[in-house]
């Protein structure tokens, strides 16, 4: 065997010995978790309803902890929760392991049913579940108490166990040595992303040329160590444990003969794709399809479960608004008609969710019937603002009636401010990336606003805000929004 070879067969078995003390270390802390979550169930079952009629030895049977544990290692083995993935984000972990969790207790109820568990109801004796019944029936309380308790103890173990990591990475423990195979300004991003996320332990040892051949000697205060002609000699000499491959586009058709040679070294390899991320509306996703590979770039975040939940979350609260609100719209309907001639409600055609026009309900505050087709925002001291006008601007109180925007659907509580269609012409082709705000609802409320950039503000900003919002959307993301929407009250300097 040729020393090229056995060097990469020894990477090979070393970096299998690293997988499997990892998979080792974590699926003994995930059993001990398990373990942990079975006992509390079990002494909880039993401080409510007694002590059991067993033998000392039937622990583990009314535990379920020889059940419990190995479906639920198994699950998490098969969830991909013991791959080494140093670039995961600690919220999606926990996810996963909520995921993992649920799964394993359906596994379980469904085997102890099957296997026909003395202490399991029977489908005769179970009859309707009514949720009084997981108070009162002592297994299904067990059950209850341990699905709360499986995924509460495993993601703190998981969180510590991670941050214990990520502590000892930033001080240069449990690092993994990278090469960058690129360096250009995509090579230059990805090295400067890398060393900037210090809690990953990847560490950039050296940048690789996306040319044959180069004279340059360093990048970014990192040693250049040749181009792709001399790859293997270069991985041969300079051993690494992932190689990062940020090739400009102009390049890609190098990259099916590079993965080929890369084949060769144990290395785990990284594909950064050549496109800005500045202005997806959230990370890359890639699927299979027959085996065809398909990249996403950009699609709704509201797909799926969390639109649904947003959807549902929107309709509660605009009814709980309008309900609370009615009041606060019957006087400033009779203060409006008494200050000044013209109808209570002032609609204003906007853009919406796919570039979709609706009209946006709002209280009047201008006297007269403003034009619709005015391109331009109101001024502080407007001559055309009402006295009530100014007060109702002021406390972002005109905005109510939005709420039947997003009732029916037009709208949502939270998502960028709708603009008007004329705004929307200017802002496509001066703004790029602007049109990405229309693939989510327009909302009554957003991150930009709650950061303090409404009315006549830099709509760059209020633009990057936006942007982030999209990218990061969450449930949670929304319910804080709203929280300092809240909290913040609803005055603000620049609404006029």
């Known amino acids: 065997m040729s020393m090229p070879c056995l060097h990469a067969a020894n990477e090979r078995v070393m970096l299998k010995q690293r997988h499997q003390l990892f998979?080792?270390?974590?699926?003994?802390?995930?059993?001990?978790?398990?373990?942990?979550?079975c006992a509390l169930a079990w002494l909880v079952r039993r401080n409510r309803f007694g002590v059991f009629e067993t033998e000392a030895t039937g622990y583990f049977q009314d535990s379920l902890t020889a059940l419990v544990v190995p479906i639920f290692i198994f699950t998490m083995y098969s969830l991909g929760l013991y791959r080494p993935r140093r670039d995961q984000t600690l919220l999606s972990e926990v996810a996963r392991v909520v995921q993992a969790s649920v799964v394993a207790m359906v596994a379980v109820i469904v085997l102890t049913w099957l296997t026909g568990g003395h202490r399991m109801p029977t489908m005769q004796t179970m009859g309707p579940v009514l949720p009084a019944e997981f108070f009162t029936e002592p297994f299904r309380f067990q059950i209850l108490m341990l699905s709360l308790f499986l995924p509460l103890l495993l993601s703190v173990q998981r969180l510590a166990v991670r941050l214990v990591l990520r502590a000892l990475r930033k001080r240069g423990k449990n690092t993994r040595h990278v090469a960058v195979l690129?360096?250009?300004?995509?090579?230059?991003?990805?090295?400067?992303?890398?060393?900037?996320?210090?809690?990953?332990?990847?560490?950039?040892?050296?940048?690789?040329?996306?040319?044959?051949?180069?004279?340059?000697?360093?990048?970014?205060?990192?040693?250049?160590?040749?181009?792709?002609?001399?790859?293997?000699?270069?991985?041969?000499?300079?051993?690494?444990?992932?190689i990062y491959i940020a090739l400009p586009n102009a390049m890609s058709p190098q990259l099916p003969q590079l993965l080929q040679r890369l084949e060769r070294f144990a290395v785990d390899v990284r594909l950064i794709p050549d496109v800005r991320l500045k202005y997806l509306p959230q990370s890359m996703a890639v699927s299979e399809l027959e085996g065809m590979p398909i990249l996403s770039y950009r699609e709704s975040p509201l797909s799926g479960v969390g639109g649904i939940l947003k959807r549902l979350i929107d309709i509660l609260g605009s009814l709980v608004g309008l309900v609370l609100f009615a009041p606060v719209m019957l006087v400033a309907a009779v203060l409006i008609k008494l200050g000044s001639p013209g109808p209570v409600i002032f609609r204003q055609q906007r853009v919406g969710l796919g570039g979709e026009k609706f009209w946006i309900y709002k209280l009047r505050t201008m006297s007269g019937n403003p034009t619709q087709g005015d391109a331009a925002w109101t001024q502080e001291g407007d001559p055309r603002i009402t006295k009530i006008g100014m007060w109702l601007r002021?406390?972002?109180?005109?905005?109510?009636?939005?709420?039947?925007?997003?009732?029916?659907?037009?709208?949502?509580?939270?998502g960028p401010r709708p603009?008007?269609?004329?705004?929307?012409?200017?802002?496509?082709e001066d703004w790029r990336g602007y049109m990405i705000r229309q693939h989510v609802k327009a909302g009554m409320t957003g991150w930009a606003q709650v950061n303090g950039l409404r009315g006549n503000t830099s709509l760059r900003k209020r633009l990057q805000y936006d942007l982030f919002y999209i990218r990061h959307w969450s449930i949670l993301f929304d319910m804080r929004i709203l929280a300092m929407t809240v909290g913040r009250g609803f005055i603000h300097k620049n609404a006029y």
């Open 23 to 37: 998979v080792t270390l974590f699926a003994c802390t995930d059993g001990a978790s398990a373990v942990g979550a």
């Open 182 to 242: 690129g360096i250009g300004r995509l090579g230059q991003i990805t090295a400067r992303t890398l060393e900037r996320n210090a809690w990953t332990g990847l560490r950039v040892s050296y940048f690789i040329s996306h040319h044959e051949q180069t004279n340059r000697v360093s990048c970014i205060d990192k040693e250049i160590k040749g181009g792709t002609r001399e790859l293997e000699l270069i991985l041969e000499r300079y051993p690494v444990d992932a």
């Open 394 to 414: 002021r406390t972002s109180l005109d905005e109510i009636p939005q709420l039947f925007n997003v009732l029916i659907g037009e709208m949502s509580l939270v």
């Open 419 to 428: 603009e008007r269609p004329e705004l929307i012409d200017r802002f496509r």
